[in-house]
């Protein structure tokens, strides 16, 4: 089973946008390793990437808050979510099916209880369905700077 190598440290952004509140900048690199340890598939989110955590829906907030067991494997997800949108994808992500499926295996490494996984997961499956666009796109040229300057 895969495994996170690092923490998550994040910094909340503020500013002029009125949803500067829910963008958070990684202080440290998040590395999260694929399939079994010592695999070396690997896929690091890059200090300084910007992200608004999973994106679950406010009414579901007291269930299912953004910030829990599943940080990680949201982090994980948006940053490979975004270089989908960019036209850039991860050689392991380089579909959303793909995408979600590191995200349902990274919140079995976190341990995340069950209910909250199939919640979570279908989520992002009707996200894919219906194609719905990342909230990360939208501060594109944020990522895409990041982005490059780790390429």
Known sequence: MGAFTS???ITQLSGGDRYAWRLWRLAEPLVYEI???????TILVSKGFITDGPSIPRFLWS???VWATWSRAGVIHDYLCCLIALNRPHHE???????DRIFWEAMNVLNVG???MALLYLGVRIGTWF???????????KLSQIIDATA
């Open 131 to 141: 194609k719905v666009r990342t909230t990360m796109v939208d501060h594109q040229d």
């Open 93 to 99: 992500a380089p579909t959303r099916d793909q995408a």
């Open 7 to 9: 923490e998550l440290t």
């Open 114 to 116: 069950r209910l909250q």
């Open 35 to 41: 399939g079994d340890c010592g695999s070396g598939r």
């Open 63 to 65: 269930m299912l808050p």
